[in-house]
């Protein structure tokens, strides 16, 4: 008797377990579907809003073929390399464009057009170089998001209903380019005193050089891995450099005490990489310390081996990451939270990169910059 009520209890565990089981796996075939995007969902994406995103490279591929057998078409919008062509009614003027080079992608907005604009108008040209074409539409506006194999400039030439948009070389572009990156964010806030955050230190004097960079009276292309409180990966930081073969590399921080305590300890410092056998990092710190030093008339904790830190090691162009200052030492901090004193220190760094790449041989020329909008 008993052995019997013992062989039905474990019957019924083996029923249970099974009945786990079998949960579990139905709930992990579901968790599957959920998180593995099937075909459809790369082709035709819904968004939030209920925004229908559809893929536009087939169109574009179907086209290729359209641009090499047209033989009415004229040299001057065969070399393009995509045309859009808009309703009658559309000012082709009214495209405009952003761009993000840490995506490698551009958002076209085209104003007064529907959501079967791509079927209507074919877009004609070549997908060479370009990862995904992906066409939305949201109130009255197309957005078309262009995702290259590799960072580039675009440009768009408007002529009578046509929009032609080209690719360059960010170098053929630029006199020289220089990568500034802007350290931490996000969750990441650094060092801290309180609630002053060097995150927000380093964005407001990098927002003070990207306006030094944007008034440049050379032509040298500025790129920034964050402009806004955005957490980004060290790697996607280096990348953009090095993706970019940027002739120089700048990050800009701030300094605490090993404890986080206030102290006496003040002044600012620029690491280098000790492994640049070319020795243009460290000469570029150099420049960025001694310009530091004559704007902010501040201590000097000299240049620094920095090849402990990931994205001094990483980088395959010449790098300097300036400490400008000390946030555990209360004058520093005072100053730090000074715009006027970011300013300073903005064109201090603006001032080095400049003379770093005269140095370097760059021929920065006086030339007027590509109209973006
Ligand atoms: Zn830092």
Redesign the pocket.
Known sequence: MAGYLIKIRMQKRIERRLTYFLGITFAAVILLFYMVPDIHRVSLASDGDGVATYSVMDLLRSGDELYSVDTTQTAKEVEHQLRLTLPMDVDPGKVSFTEDAMSKSFELTIPGVDSSYFYDYPMVGSSDGIRELTFAHAGDMGILDITTTKIKKLSLTVEDNYVYLDFADPHDVYDAIVVVDI??GGNDV??NQGDIY?KNI?LAIGYRLLAYGAKSEYNIGFYFTRVDDDYIDLEDRVALANDLKADLFLSI???STASGRMSGINGAEVMYRVSDETGRSREFAETCLNELLEALDCNSKGVVAGDNIYIIRSSEVPVALA?IGFLTNQKELDNLNDPGYQDKAAHALYKAIVKTLKNNGADLKKSIRLEEK
């Open positions: 350290g931490h650094g060092a060097e380093n921080h701030n300094n400490e």
